[in-house]
């Protein structure tokens, strides 16, 4: 891997205390280790770090090294918060020259950064410090205010945040990710980058299988396969399309990508998909076909009818969910067909190819598996006691045992303003009887407080059987913030809760579009 290299910082090798500061929920401890080099000397016989090698990754570094002998090495970036609040990756290469990413140092710090050398037969040589100083963070990134974080429980890694806001630049968009004290550990900033300076990214970065991220952008519209440090790795046109909101890697590495067909007069509501390898268009589904565009029950735009916000795949049988913002959920077959509508019964009718929809609407069934069947719950104009069904929602998603989680924003619930809430809600689906059965949520009784109009997002965290609540558009308040809420599933007990704070959110609303929880470093 090789990067464009900016001035050298200085190399010092620590021999002396470092100060640590351990902040528990209620109290802060001073730990003081002493911590001393053991690395004979004359191992390494060359050495550089370079901060921030891409120009784009602020609190990220390259340290380049030449060893006398084969070995392989363990970084560990010294947290201020005690070891939980380390970054440790451990890199299998073996060699004598090495090239050593270093990612989650803090912004305007004296960073120490420990690497750990091993030999051909994983015997430890020693240890090596080297202090890299970072620069304040820009003044677009937001204060991170932590108000439940139970460290025992919470799933590892750090939140990223695809953030929205801004001080005086708008775009480009800045992904950030902080760790459970609150510190921003990693971001990119793009805007000097000759490509990517007016970053439109929508739903933001995702990893991909590969470790590294991915989005798409507008104008130019095309998809990116970036590093840790910002760097292109790959990328794939979409010609003849618009880019809108979301891609979504397939199992197969395919794409799927929320797009406008030029020449159309409608919008948003295209889904393509992308070949990895022949980087060609090889399906296409039109819902001006599949579903109604003169449904008016949610929307009387007639240009922008559906709003796809969000496109999973479904690998239980190979089919595509959509999620409408002003129609409902949609599950869709390879061939653009039908196989249920998740929302509300109100105003559906004939497909544009003719296909009569009503058949394919779900049948709410109660906690005890009894078929619901008053009128006012099927069609949306009140809620069961057991059941309530998706609004304007966002993130829809699959999860391991074939449940479908989504973020309900919860506008114009029931057809009117009087119930604002939003919620994390998981339903089970039965395909081949098209019921439908609500068996989690969360956020209801948070009522205005994690009320989020528009954008927003969900994630199953499966080893912890934890749900990521994030809604990305409070604006009950004196300024729009978004919250990321992490919820243990099976007692609804908050194990994580952070607040981000822009200076400006963007168009005075959105703070960000969605959160995810990840590792740092890719396992």
């Known amino acids: 891997m ?19 500061i351990s902040c528990q929920e209620d109290e802060t401890t001073v730990i003081t ?26 609190l990220s570094a390259m340290i380049s090294l030449t060893t006398s002998e084969i070995v392989r090495v363990r970084i560990r970036v010294l947290g201020k918060n005690g070891e939980d609040s380390d970054v440790v990756k451990d890199f299998p290469e073996l ?20 690497i750990t050398f091993f030999n051909s037969d994983g015997v430890e040589l020693g240890i090596k410090t080297y202090i890299i100083s970072t620069n304040p963070l820009i003044a677009d990134m937001p204060m991170i205010s932590i108000e439940t974080a139970k460290r025992d429980l919470i799933a590892k890694g750090m939140t990223m945040v695809n953030y929205y806001g801004y001080s005086q630049n708008v775009h480009p968009f800045r992904p950030f990710m902080f760790d459970a004290y609150g510190d921003i550990r990693w971001y990119l900033d793009y805007i000097n980058h000759p490509d990517l300076n007016n970053l439109h990214y929508d739903n933001g970065p995702h990893r991909l299988a590969n470790g590294n991220f991915y989005f798409a952008n507008r104008e130019p519209d095309a998809i990116y396969e970036v590093d840790l440090f910002g760097t292109i790795v790959n990328t794939w046109d979409m010609p003849g399309y618009r880019f809108h909101h979301e891609v979504f890697e397939k199992p197969n590495g395919n794409f799927l990508v929320s797009v406008d067909k030029y020449g159309e007069s409608t919008i948003e509501d295209y889904i393509i998909e992308i070949d990895r390898n022949s980087k060609e268009v090889i399906n296409e589904w039109n819902l001006n076909q599949s579903l109604d565009n003169q449904r008016t029950t949610l929307t009387d735009n007639a240009i922008d009818w559906i709003h796809v916000n969000g496109v999973s795949y479904d690998p239980f049988d190979d089919s595509i969910i959509i999620s409408g913002r002003t129609q409902g959920v949609v599950k869709l077959t390879a061939d653009n067909e039908v196989v249920w509508i998740m929302g509300a019964h109100k105003g559906w009718s004939t497909a544009g190819n003719g296909i009569d929809l009503t058949q394919f609407l779900l049948q709410p069934l109660d906690a005890t598996g009894v078929p619901i069947t008053s009128h006012a719950v099927l069609n949306g104009d009140e809620n069961h006691l057991d059941f309530e069904w998706n609004w304007y929602q966002h993130a829809t998603k699959v999860m391991p045992d074939g449940n479908i989680i989504l973020f309900d924003n919860g506008f114009n619930r029931n057809f009117s303003e009087i119930n604002t809430y939003s919620r994390a809600v998981s339903y089970k689906i039965n395909t081949e009887n098209r019921t439908i059965q609500q068996v989690w949520q969360y956020g209801k009784e948070r009522g205005t407080d994690t009320y989020s109009r528009i954008v927003s997002d969900v994630d199953y965290l499966e080893a912890e059987n934890h749900m990521l609540f994030s809604p990305g558009n409070i604006v009950d308040g004196a300024r729009p913030v978004g919250k990321s809420i992490e919820v243990d599933m099976i007692t609804n007990e908050v194990v994580f809760e952070a607040t981000v704070i822009p200076p400006k959110a963007f168009v005075n609303k959105i703070t960000f579009h969605r959160t995810e929880r990840l590792l740092l470093y890719p396992d």
């Open 2 to 20: 090789s990067f464009s290299l900016r001035p050298r910082i200085g190399i010092l090798v620590c021999l002396c205390m470092f100060i640590f």
């Open 95 to 114: 060699g004598t020259t090495l090239q050593i990413p270093v990612h989650g140092l803090y912004a305007d710090f004296q960073n120490s950064v420990r």
């Open 33 to 58: 280790p002493e911590i001393i080099d053991s690395l004979p000397s004359g191992i390494v016989i060359e050495e550089e770090v370079t901060l921030n090698p891409s120009g784009y990754a602020p």
